[in-house]
């Protein structure tokens, strides 16, 4: 036996040098029998294309065009949404649309736009609060409105905030005395003064110049944490959390219809198209009980319409001592849950800012229902976000239909 293994072990340690000797006597053979190759020169490696550098809209993530006003801080403007003021002007130029309980159950909008000077006509224009303030205050954005209240006062002072904060609209803009509202309604028949101010890009440029406003700002982050607009946008069925649910469901689930009640008789809704991949906005009219199209007069009436709903919920009560008025508060510090809708889905997440001076940050819901520290990720496009008092949150509707 230990013949036979001696006898292997010894074909085997000469199969192995006769190989690699075969081989290489084969090359040796035919360069010896062959001139000499010419040199060939050698070839200079392709350089990296350099990568072309990120740059996206600061409100859309989208990827800045030729128009875009860079180094321009972006605006606000506070946007009247009392029954009796609709329908409004210039919302449809809005990269982003806030809208948040006032006074009375009241909504209130604000357009925020990466460049004052293509919005046409606006309005009606009505009085600042804190609320939507505090969630431009990081950005440092030009706010516009006619008057505000006495916290808004108060924020204006506390973060020297006079040359950014322009709060008198009336002296500056128009009253539209024919404007015609929804109940058919203009001054001459009961249409009241607050409901019929409005401002142009022009009207804005002057006063800026007037004022010798600062309009430059460079913005080195987004607004939310967009896609990368050179990358596929996200599908939220094959999301992060897109497996997980909580005591509630899913944490993705289905979103052609979304519903979102402010108050009794201040509702917005929304229907997916799939079309346009865009989230069309209704709203309600209490005096007869039917949705209407949530429109721009200055646009022709169109319909307005969002790639993204974003929808975060927390305490919204009376400022101690404002009874009488109603004045609201809204509870940023502690953050809270929220619904991100994009593409006919819905997916719970969870939100924070914290200061005044703290950006609004999104962020995915982990496998047990608690709020991750992985950023959102949002696709690029116009964005719907509202902030509602958490009471309404169990009145909170997404489903698969679509409604009439």
């Known amino acids: 036996m230990k013949r036979l293994i001696a006898f292997a072990a010894a074909m085997l340690s000469l199969c192995l040098p006769l190989a690699a000797c075969g081989g290489s006597s084969a090359v040796e053979s035919s360069a010896s029998s062959a001139a000499a190759p010419t040199a060939q020169p050698t070839a200079e490696p392709t350089p990296e294309p350099t990568p072309e550098p990120y740059e996206a809209n600061v409100l859309t993530g989208e990827k800045k065009d030729a128009d875009y006003p860079e180094g321009q801080r972006i605006t606000g403007i506070m946007i009247n949404n009392i029954v009796a003021a609709r329908p409004q002007r210039g919302l449809s130029k809005a990269d982003i649309l806030v809208e948040i309980k006032v006074e009375g159950g009241i909504t209130r909008f604000m357009p925020v736009f990466t460049d004052y000077k293509s919005i046409g006509e606006v309005g009606p224009v009505r009085s600042g609060r804190d609320q939507f303030f505090r969630l431009i205050l990081p950005w440092q954005a030009l706010y516009i409105h006619e ?17 950014l904060n322009i709060g008198d609209a009336g002296n500056w803009g128009y009253r539209d005395n024919d404007r015609v509202n929804w109940a058919g309604s203009t001054r001459s028949s009961g249409l009241k003064y607050e409901h019929t101010l409005y401002a142009t890009s022009d009207d804005l440029q002057a006063v800026i110049e007037k004022r010798g406003t600062d309009m430059n700002r ?57 079309a ?3 989230y069309k906005m209704q709203m309600y ?106 009471d309404d949150a169990g009145n909170f509707v997404h489903s698969a239909a679509n409604a009439g």
Request: hydrophobic share 25%; charged share 25%.
């Open 147 to 163: 008057g505000q209240s006495v916290v808004m006062d108060e924020y204006e002072r506390n973060y020297e905030y006079k040359d």
């Open 218 to 274: 460079t913005y080195n982050s987004t607004f939310f944490n967009f896609v990368n607009y050179n990358d596929p946008a996200r599908d939220l069925t094959n999301s992060l959390d897109s497996a997980y649910s909580d005591k509630y469901g899913p944490i993705v689930s289905d979103g052609e219809y979304v519903e979102i009640e402010h108050s009794q008789s201040y509702k917005t809704r929304f229907n997916y198209d799939a």
């Open 276 to 278: 346009s991949n865009t």
């Open 285 to 390: 009219y209490y005096p007869d009980g039917s949705w209407r199209d949530t429109i721009d007069e200055a646009a022709g009436n169109a319909q307005l319409d969002f790639t993204n709903v974003i929808v975060l919920y927390t305490d919204i009560h009376v400022y101690p001592g404002h009874e009488k008025t109603d004045l609201q508060c809204v509870e940023y510090g502690n953050g809270g849950i929220g619904y991100y809708c994009y593409g006919g889905k819905c997916e719970k997440i969870f939100w924070q800012k914290g200061s005044p001076l703290e950006a609004l940050q999104l962020y995915y819901v982990t496998e047990d229902g608690q709020c991750s520290d992985t950023p959102l990720d949002v696709n690029v496009g116009k964005s719907y976000l509202t902030v509602v008092d958490l």
